[in-house]
Every structure is written in C-alpha cells, then in structure tokens.
C-alpha cells in the first residue's frame, strides 16, 4: 500500500512564492512508483493537473505555471516538490499529490493516469 503525505500550501501573498513537498511511504511489496504529480482543484471546477515528473527526470508543466513553477523528485525517496513564483489569486485550491508505477515517456498531466493519491494541501492566494 502506498501513501502520499502532501505538506506546505497556506497562505500566500500575491506576488509570493509556494513550496509543496510530497513524500511516498510504501512497504516492500507495494507498487514501484515511476510518475508522480500535483494536481490542483479549486471550488467548483475540475482537478487538474500542475506539473508532474517521471523517474526518467522528464516534467511537464500545465501552461498557466511554465516559466513560474518547478517541480524536482528525489527517486531514492520517492518524495517531489513543487515551487512556484509569482502566485497569484488563480493559483488558489486544494493541490492534491498523484502517484503511479505506470511509465510513461512524457510525465501525464491527466487525472485518470495515476493510481495513488494524496489528501490534499489547500493553498489561498491573496491578491
């Protein structure tokens, strides 16, 4: 069984940065995580995908945050952060962790690629 512990998020000042960190626990039977992601869901609309990055080292960025956010994983620790500059009030939500052992070329940005989830980080972004 493999868990995702999301921390950081807050509150943020317009113009301010955000770190989040998420770190996979698994026993040794559990699955091999390969991909991992943030995703964020603000009230009212979809969750969808931030930034996200493969053992291969490969991210991918959703284009409100290219150029604004950077995502890193530390594979012998299966842990990833997120730091975004520049936050601003759309960058408000919950930022939920995903997880899969599935390998893909290309780190997905689609909800439905990924097996494991976090409980989520809720972030405000004040303007």
């Known amino acids: 069984q493999v868990q995702l512990v999301e921390s950081g998020g807050g509150s943020v000042q317009a113009g301010g940065s955000l770190r989040l960190s998420c770190a996979a626990s698994?026993?040794?039977?559990?699955?091999?995580?390969?991909?991992m992601a943030w995703f964020r869901q603000a009230p009212g609309k979809e969750r969808e995908g931030v930034a996200a990055?493969?053992?291969?080292?490969?991210?991918n960025y959703e284009n409100s945050v290219k150029g604004r956010g950077t995502i890193s994983r530390d594979n012998a620790k299966n842990t990833i952060t997120f730091d975004m500059i520049d936050v601003g009030p759309d960058d408000s939500g919950t930022y939920f962790c995903a997880a899969t052992d599935d390998r893909y070329y290309v780190a997905p940005l689609i909800r439905s690629y990924y097996k494991v989830w976090g409980q989520g980080t809720r972030v405000t972004a004040s303007s």
């Open positions: 698994s026993s040794s039977t559990s699955m091999s995580i390969y991909c």
């Open positions: 990055i493969c053992n291969n080292g490969r991210a």
